[in-house]
């Protein structure tokens, strides 16, 4: 095969996206989760990957609010294969007790975004949904675990479904198929470090 992607008799090109073999395609259940830095990271990665087999992706926050982040300004730029849809009213699951926003805007925001998801899933339209800091909308009492269980049972054979964020309910670990932990060894907080544009946000 030479740099181009070009393999000796034949014409296939990296550039172009490959036919799908449906007798090895599968749609899959992913788990990003852990106490460390970069579940998100990690899944705006397969983001990208998906697009660049032209695959039709939503990556779906449900806690991180509407703040300026470098994902924010950048995932529209994969369109038409990525769309970003944010719907949280905090940004981290310790802000979600801010008083500045009303529980019960966090609790009614989480709800429509689930309902989004739900509504995304059996659509027809993604080959992919991620569904990010959904553990944290789990977690903090927003969205009960059955109905994403159920959610995830009842997905489209062939869809990819992404979950991400900390302490990954036990039901879930065990419906997916990859459950990666992101364990935290060193941070820049621990040395005073603030977060960096462009690294935490």
Known sequence: MTETGDIEGGALALDQPQPLDKKRRQGLVMIWTGDGKGKTTAAIGLAL??????????????????????????????????EHVVMGRGFTIERLRNKKVPLEEHHAAARDAFAYAREAVHSGKYEMVILDEIMASINAGLIPLEEVVELVRGKPPMLH?????????????????????????????????????????
Do not use: N
């Open 161 to 201: 479904l992404v979950l991400t964020g900390r302490a990954a309910p036990g039901p879930l670990v065990e419906l997916a198929h990859l459950v990666s932990e992101v364990r935290p060894v060193k941070h820049p907080f621990e040395a005073g470090i603030p977060a960096q544009r462009g690294v935490e946000f």
């Open 49 to 82: 990957r998906a697009a660049g087999q032209r695959l039709p992706v939503l990556f779906l926050q449900f806690i991180k609010g509407q703040w300026k982040t470098g994902e924010r300004e950048a995932l529209p730029l994969l369109a038409p294969y990525v």
